[in-house]
């Protein structure tokens, strides 16, 4: 196995609300190699944005650290973590490839190589064509592609994707994560993808960390070792459903009062 | 404005004219006090060519435009502080909410009685009444600002400066511009009111005199130039707002 590019050592964060200090993550150990794609599930509230954010040097850990090719991340490192988030978030006085093109643009890179790399983006996320479209008028799932090709603009090793398809409708959903394999296989970055759905965590990813409730632990870390590319019949293998159910054990208990 | 809304204005205004002609040419309105379109028409061309008119024009131009760019940064600042520093916000926020309710005009008296009537008085009453729309939309437009994309610019790397280019004035230069153009109809109609209520110039004072002096068709000659130069500052800020705001229009 590949050397990990992101690691969380130790990881323990708490927030203050009115003084009191709310745990929402405890010890917290990941290492994620080269290329790997890690899904993240736990309860809601168990603490699975946070981690994203900490990991993107948004926030600062009460304990721990974050290293990402082995340097410590303590602001975000826009040039080695690309992040999506789960509405797209586009500028909306920008214009799709201007909108790709916004990472570069705030590096100082000069507009016509900006727009060159930030045109090839919007290619590989499959919106060519609509570079001039505003966000308001693409639909949600083009949106999130733009998001996709503004994270990968600046070619960083990894992508941290906060919930990215759960404000989408069921069958944009399912496209979407075929494209997001797509891209990935012709990218290979590591991807750190948080999400609620258990069958989209266990469908995309090479491996599963479940977190418990509230301060988010790890409780399971599974390998998914499905083969890959992979289709749609897999989904009703019993490997796929058993390693569901694997996970949901864990969710259920942590979610009963 | 679109263009077949500036033809249903434009043929809006035209109708009430020919209206206006007709009621007149009936007897159905006293020429006494609404002269003819035509006549006031001839008032007009003789106005226009009088020095002291457009001396009594430009004054009230210059009033108008040295209270606008004294209330719009004045404003703006203040609207910042509120919406941005909590604990200025939290103390004056509600005083300011407060005043905006009190109308600005009862105060015009205590400006004579400081300032004299004087062009000092006129520019410090459309400030004082402009002022607070501006702080309005100030906080407004702060607040419009969509804190995700404040944590997307950070995410990609933005520091406070860029933050500021590239997030706060793109999301608030609609919401800027739409305010400062009702704190332009505030502030003309604050100069003008000064002017009617005591002045020694300005298109104002005209007005009140021509009134009281029954001279109808000078009156509403007088009138249509102001209407005309209101509704054409309007119209720019308007445009520049329908430009910057493109982005807001739904699909």
Avoid at chain 1, 39 to 49: F, M, T, Y
Avoid at chain 1, 181 to 196: C, P
Avoid at chain 2, 103 to 118: C, E, N
Avoid at chain 2, 178 to 205: H, K, P, Q, W
């Amino acid at each position: 196995m590949s050397k990990a590019v992101l690691s969380l050592r130790g990881i323990s964060h708490a927030f203050a609300v009115d003084g009191v200090a709310v745990p929402a993550l405890a010890d917290i150990d990941v290492d994620v190699p080269d290329g790997q794609f890690v899904s993240v599930v736990g309860p809601s509230g168990c603490g699975k944005s946070t981690l994203l954010s900490l990991a993107a040097g948004l926030r600062r850990p009460s304990r721990g650290v974050v290293l990402c090719d082995g340097e410590e991340v303590t602001a975000p490192m826009p040039r080695k973590i690309g992040m999506v988030f789960q509405e797209a978030n586009l500028l909306p006085w920008l214009s799709a490839i201007e909108n790709v093109a916004f990472p570069l643009k705030l590096r100082g890179v000069a507009k016509p190589q900006r727009l060159q790399a930030a045109a090839r983006m919007l290619e590989l996320t499959g919106l060519a064509g609509f570079e001039e479209r505003l966000p308001h008028q693409l639909s949600g799932g083009m949106k999130q592609r733009v998001a996709i090709a503004r994270g990968l603009v600046q070619d960083p090793g990894v992508l941290l994707m906060d919930e990215p398809f759960a404000s989408l409708d069921e069958q944009t959903r399912m496209v979407l994560g075929d494209e997001l394999l797509r891209i990935w296989s012709e990218t290979r970055k590591t991807v750190l993808f948080v999400t609620h759905s258990l069958h989209e965590a266990v469908y995309l990813a090479d491996r599963v960390i479940v977190l418990s409730a509230r301060p988010g632990r790890i409780v399971d870390d599974v390998d998914v070792s499905l083969p890959r590319p992979r289709t749609f019949a897999m989904t009703s293998s019993e490997r796929f459903g058993a390693l569901k159910e694997r996970i949901w054990r864990h969710i259920r208990r942590a979610e009963r009062p | 404005m679109r263009r077949h809304e500036r033809v249903i204005v434009a043929a809006g205004i035209l109708g009430l004219v020919l209206l206006w002609e007709g009621l007149v040419r009936l007897g159905w309105l006293d020429a006494a006090l609404t002269p003819a379109p035509g006549v006031v028409l001839a008032a007009l061309v003789e106005l226009l060519g009088r020095p002291e008119v457009l001396t009594s024009l430009a004054v009230t131009g210059w009033e108008v435009a040295a209270a606008f760019l004294i209330a719009v940064p004045v404003g703006l600042g203040i609207g910042f502080l509120l919406a941005e520093v909590p604990f200025v916000g939290a103390l004056f926020r509600p005083l300011v909410n407060f005043l905006f309710g009190v109308p600005k005009s009862i105060f015009l008296p205590v400006f004579i009685l400081v300032f004299g009537v004087s062009i000092p008085q006129k520019i410090a009453f459309g400030v004082f009444t402009t002022v607070f729309v501006v702080i309005m939309g100030g906080i407004a437009a702060v607040e419009s600002v969509p804190r995700e994309l404040l944590t997307v610019a950070r995410v990609y790397g933005a520091g406070r400066l860029q933050i500021v280019r590239e997030i706060y004035v793109p999301a608030m230069a609609p919401i800027l511009l739409e305010s400062a153009r009702l704190g332009m109809i505030f502030n003309i109609t604050a100069v003008l009111l000064c002017e009617i209520y005591g002045a020694r110039d300005g298109i104002g004072y005209r007005i009140a005199a021509w009134g009281e002096n029954l001279q109808m068709p000078q009156l509403y000659a007088a009138l249509a130039v102001v209407a005309a130069a209101a509704v054409g500052v309007n119209e720019a800020l308007r445009s520049a707002e329908a430009r910057l705001g493109a982005w807001r229009q739904a699909p």
